[in-house]
């Protein structure tokens, strides 16, 4: 009995349940734009070149949200361990729910860089050697897109490139959407609206002036324009910011080498007046030990007249007596003249010269008494 209340309480909650999810699921189908999937679309024009603008025409429920998805892919060339890919000139437009996503096989990591005023950059580390990186809410203008990182050992980088947009079908269900296709290489590329998916071959060409087809929503809106304006303004700034900088560099450098080259020339100039100085003062002192020199040799002369003055003076006799003496032996000389005429021995002239000399020597010893 227990058992069978069991079973019945059992049942009682499945079916509750199932009801329940059926509500649910027929209240989901009832609000969800899937309801009104979007029935065909076109583009023009069939034969598109790179630059071209991709007209999309199509119809949908009215005042249905259309997600429009273009996706390429670009195999990048590694270099150095490193890899980039710049795409110029991007144009996001104005509309809701916009998106950029992407995606980096064989990589370590992945930055995405995006030029508006200033360079704002996102990056992911890989997962798997591949690295993914989305952004939302763009606002619309015209851009620069840089992407880059380590290409962890790989010669090549594969890249693959989403932009995703919504727009919005009038009361009628028609929409429109244009997609300029500069940032998009040559090739073969995908475009998705409304879940429908068709491939697009890109030709190489120039960018076309005008296209078939081409309708208002192309045009840059007054805010892109401003954008626009506004980037080139702080381009030209940030220009002449650098302009005035290397400016004043230069004119620092050309400063600090004249000042360099003005120290050089007083120091080599208080050299050379050194040197000058020095010189003159070795001739100076050159003129004076001369100077000096020559007046202690004439001082000396002097003093050794002086002296051999003075000894005359106070010595007259001795110098009489010396006189006396040469006189003396010039007689003795002539005495003895006679005797070697005469022949006489020389022991007898020898001993009569001793006893005239000492007669002499009597007499003037004589004499100074």
């Known amino acids: ?52 603008t991709l007209q999309i025409k199509g119809s949908a429920s009215p005042e249905e949200e259309v997600p429009i998805e273009v996706t390429f892919e670009k195999v990048v060339q590694a270099s150095g361990g490193k890899y980039e890919y710049i795409l110029d000139d991007v144009k996001i437009p104005e509309g809701v729910n916009n998106r950029f996503t992407v995606r980096a096989n064989d990589v370590r990591n992945l930055n995405v860089r995006v030029r508006m005023l200033i360079w704002l950059t996102k990056s992911s580390e890989a997962s798997g050697n591949t690295a993914t990186v989305t952004q939302s809410g763009v606002p619309p203008g015209t851009y620069q897109i840089k992407m880059d990182g380590d290409a962890g050992g790989s010669s090549t980088v594969d890249l693959k490139i989403t932009a995703v947009q919504q727009v919005k079908a ?143 003076i106070l010595n007259p006799d001795q110098s009489n007596k010396q006189g006396e003496n040469k006189r003396g032996e010039n007689k003795e000389v002539q005495a003895l003249l006679p005797f070697k005429k005469a022949g006489l021995p020389v022991d007898l002239v020898y001993m009569l010269g001793g006893m005239v000399a000492a007669v002499l020597i009597l007499i003037l010893y004589s004499k100074r008494k």
Do not use: C
């Open 170 to 312: 009038d009361s009628n269900g028609n929409f429109s959407y244009s997609y300029n296709t500069k940032a998009v290489p040559p090739g073969d590329f995908e475009v998705s609206v409304g879940g429908i998916t068709k491939n697009i071959a890109l030709q190489q060409g120039e960018t076309s002036a005008t296209t078939p087809g081409y309708s208002p929503q192309e045009k840059e809106t007054p805010k892109e324009q401003d954008i626009s304006e506004s980037q080139k303004e702080a381009e030209k700034k940030e220009e002449a910011i650098k302009n005035a900088e290397a400016e004043k560099k230069e004119e620092a450098i050309k400063n600090a080498e004249a000042v360099k080259k003005e120290e050089a020339e007083k120091k080599e100039e208080a050299v050379k007046n050194a040197e000058a100085v020095k010189k003159a003062e070795a001739e100076k002192k050159a003129e004076a030990e001369k100077k000096e020199e020559a007046e202690k040799k004439a001082e000396a002369e002097k003093k050794a007249e002086a002296v051999k003055n003075a000894e005359a």
């Open 1 to 52: 009995m227990i058992k069978s209340t069991h079973l019945h309480k059992r049942r009682k909650e499945h079916a509750l349940i199932i009801t329940s999810l059926s509500v649910l699921i027929l209240a989901l189908l009832t609000i969800s734009p899937a309801a009104a999937a979007v029935s065909s679309w076109e583009l023009s024009p069939e034969n598109l070149a790179h630059g071209d």
